[in-house]
């Protein structure tokens, strides 16, 4: 279903701390990755900070290029697939000046989604946000930005769900509720956590994802693994 | 079909009501800056004894510093409008949920130009009406002004989307669209007669389309009906036809290659 080519993506990054004349150097965020993801996997990619998770999801959503390599989804483009992808990054591209209701429906409207007040309110009652879906997004707490975010990654019903980092500040509570939430919805994803036993709830396939390179580890080996590594 | 184009403006209205006094209430504050600047400048030659300055009299100088404010107004709107947009977009990062949704960037184009209709119209009125009071028109040249003023405007939005792009991939790079759009006001004649320029610059000039759209309109208003109004219209006809394709290409081509930097 996707299908990463030896795909390397590197990036231009500033070496001094000068108005001009700066030296520059290139890193690879990526380096020369393959994976494939069937149908139905749920890939949960761990790595420190800067590891390149991040970049991974945007050259997955095709907001980013890579450098070299191919992505492949359902035997053709990104481009070609964008009705299947939901991105979510954390609990941001969302219209903090609009309300929830509207920030949805502008989205579901973008997809082209039949029905969209019908779908808007199945999630609604699914994210538990409905009492808060007329209220403007800015008086949102984290938790409930973070259920809307998803909400709207997934408002066109994707094949293919990218989330990043999507319990990120949350309270255990909230954390637990987004998890289960993801769980249910039973779509191929890629997720990108901090959170060793999020990891571990949620994925089929774990692995570790460090300087560009990808190491991976079966979810029952994942306590040793990090005993011997961390 | 328009499902997508009518979800933008929707939005963008949405945004810009957000904080609807000061939206509302800024939307003439450009026309009156300049607008006033140079009708004072010529209300004081005139005082002094000028009678006719380039063409212009005391009676007609009024209309024409106008109709050259009503263009100077959806210029900036059009060209100012995605760079403003894309800015704060970038930064929520809801301009990347829109690069990954399956939508035609015309409907951005004209979706973020369309939901400026409100400004546009609030800047229209208040200055047929102004213009009106001073030396009244048919009310079909009135129609046939809008019209102009509506293409000129669509064809601002192809080079206001090129700075948008700029926004979004480089932000160093702004600077030079600030020079793009002085220099383009400066030769389009929007406040002083084209005659002012040595003959090497009206040639210039004569190549600018939104010359062509106040020269139309003023030409319109006044009712001096010739065969040089559809030289006029053509220009500006073409340029709302390929500044809007040339706009989108640069558009797509750069969000391709550069994708979004500096968020």
């Not at chain 1, 808060?132 to 990654?153: D, H, I, P």
């Not at chain 2, 990347?96 to 369309?114: D, E, R, V, W, Y």
């Not at chain 2, 406040?191 to 090497?200: E, G, L, R």
Request: glycine share 6%.
């Amino acid at each position: 279903m996707i299908e990463l080519k030896e795909v390397t993506k590197t990036f231009k990054i500033k070496l001094t701390n000068k108005i001009w004349f700066n030296k520059y150097s290139t890193i690879k965020a990526i380096d020369n990755l393959s994976l494939n993801l069937k149908k139905g996997q749920i890939f949960s990619l761990l790595g420190p900070n800067g590891a390149g998770k991040t970049t991974l999801l945007k050259l997955v959503s095709g907001l980013l290029k890579p450098t070299s390599g191919s992505i492949i989804i359902n035997n053709s483009t990104i481009e070609e697939n964008k009705q299947n992808i939901g991105l979510m990054l954390g609990n941001s591209m969302l219209y903090h000046r609009l309300t929830g209701h509207n920030n949805l429906k502008f989205f579901a409207k973008l997809y082209q989604v039949k029905n969209y007040q019908e779908r808007i309110k199945e999630l609604a009652n699914f994210f538990n946000l409905t009492k808060w879906l007329n209220n403007y997004v800015e008086t949102y707490s984290n938790g409930m930005m973070s259920k809307l975010a998803l909400a709207r990654a997934i408002i066109h019903d994707p094949e293919i769900l990218l989330l990043d980092e999507p319990t990120l500040g949350l309270d255990p509570i909230a954390s637990n509720y987004v998890r289960n939430k993801i769980k249910e919805l039973n779509k191929t994803t890629i997720l990108t956590t901090h959170y060793l036993e999020e990891a571990k709830k949620l994925a089929t396939r774990i692995a570790i994802l460090d300087n560009g390179r990808i190491i991976e580890v079966k979810p029952q080996d994942m306590n040793k693994y990090f005993t011997k590594n961390v | 079909m328009f499902e997508k184009l009518i979800a933008i403006i929707e939005k963008e209205i949405k945004l810009n009501f957000r904080y609807k006094i000061n939206y509302l209430g800024g939307s003439i504050t450009n026309t009156l800056r300049l607008t006033i600047l140079f009708l004072l400048v010529y209300f004081g030659l005139f005082s002094l004894g000028f009678e006719g300055i380039e063409g212009l009299n005391p009676k007609t100088f009024i209309p024409f510093i106008l109709l050259g404010g009503l263009i100077s107004s959806f210029f900036i709107l059009g060209f100012e409008v995605f760079y403003l947009k894309f800015l704060s977009e970038k930064y929520w990062q809801t301009f990347q949920a829109i690069l990954i949704a399956p939508i035609n960037k015309f409907n951005l184009l004209f979706g973020i130009g369309l939901a400026e209709s409100i400004r546009l119209m609030i800047i229209f009125l208040s200055i047929t009406i102004i213009t009106y009071i001073v030396i009244p028109t048919k009310v079909i040249y009135i129609f046939a002004i809008l019209l102009v003023t509506l293409l000129t405007y669509f064809g601002i939005l192809g080079a206001g989307l090129t700075k948008g792009m700029i926004t979004l991939s480089n932000e160093n790079y702004i600077f030079i669209f600030e020079l793009i759009s002085a220099t383009w006001i400066f030769l389009s004649c929007l406040y002083y007669p084209i005659t002012i320029f040595p003959k090497a610059i009206q040639k210039i000039v004569l190549l600018n389309p939104v010359y062509h759209s106040v020269t139309l309109i003023r030409e319109l208003w006044s009712g001096s009906i010739n065969n040089s109004l559809w030289t006029h219209f053509f220009w500006v006809l073409g340029f709302a036809v390929i500044s809007p394709l040339i706009g989108v290409f640069l558009f797509n081509k750069a969000t391709k290659t550069y994708g979004i930097k500096g968020y």
